[in-house]
T-cell receptor, first 115, second 108 residues
């Protein structure tokens, strides 16, 4: 597509439920990134992919968080057994190629609220 | 990993004033970007500028890679410039690391 598309835009879920956040990157972009942004803070890295291969997942806070990009395009970030501390804006970005050498374009984000 | 520091943390301007935002980074970079987070939460890419100078309308940016800093200039500020400005940098083949941002308020 023309831009990075994230869905849903807003998600309210009860503590203990699983959630899946979707990211559709710019067509042809090889690299896809997930970031999490708490209120009043800068985005923090979670994980990224080149094509379908997960290159770095060092930012995932614990094993309740996982991500996949099975066909090298759309990606899903899944949070199992959500907790209130998971509430944040989840941002996805894509770049043409490579984590360090191209500009990133971000989507509008998914604001997750765990109640 | 790379550290990114931004200053000032907060800035209030009268409409029409000019300002300079600074970003210091701890390592050599091959990717540096400036973003504007508008009041609706959208993160807009302003500049991809690992080195050199770029201009886009009232905004311009300069990165001096050898001295590990970047500057974002806003001239003739408008109320629509309000929001949070983030600098983000990366070295090697690692993802962007963001600073904590500069919160700008432009008042009429």
């Amino acid at each position: 597509g023309a831009g990075v598309s994230q869905s849903p835009r807003y998600k309210v879920t009860k503590r203990g439920q699983d959630v899946a956040l979707r990211c559709d990157p710019i067509s042809g972009h090889v690299s896809l990134y997930w970031y999490r942004q708490a209120l009043g803070q800068g985005p923090e890295f979670l994980t990224y992919f080149n094509y379908e291969a997960q290159q770095d997942k060092s930012g995932l806070p614990n094993d309740r968080f996982s991500a996949e990009r099975p066909e090298g395009s759309i990606s899903t970030l899944t949070i199992q057994r959500t907790e209130q501390r998971d509430s944040a804006m989840y941002r996805c970005a894509s770049s043409l190629l490579g984590a360090g050498v191209n500009g990133y374009t971000f989507g509008s984000g998914t604001r997750l609220t765990v109640v | 990993g790379i550290q990114v520091e931004q200053s000032p943390p907060d800035l209030i301007l009268q409409e029409g004033a000019n300002s300079t935002l600074r970003c210091n980074f701890s390592d050599s970079v091959n990717n540096l970007q400036w973003f504007h987070q508008n009041p609706w939460g959208q993160l807009i890419n302003l500049f991809y500028i690992p080195s050199g100078t770029k201009q886009n309308g009232r905004l311009s940016a300069t990165t001096v890679a050898t001295e590990r800093y970047s500057l974002l200039y806003i001239s003739s500020s408008q109320t629509t410039d309000s929001g949070v400005y983030f600098c983000a940098a990366a070295s090697g083949n690692t993802p962007l690391v963001f600073g904590k941002g500069t919160r700008l308020s432009v008042i009429a």
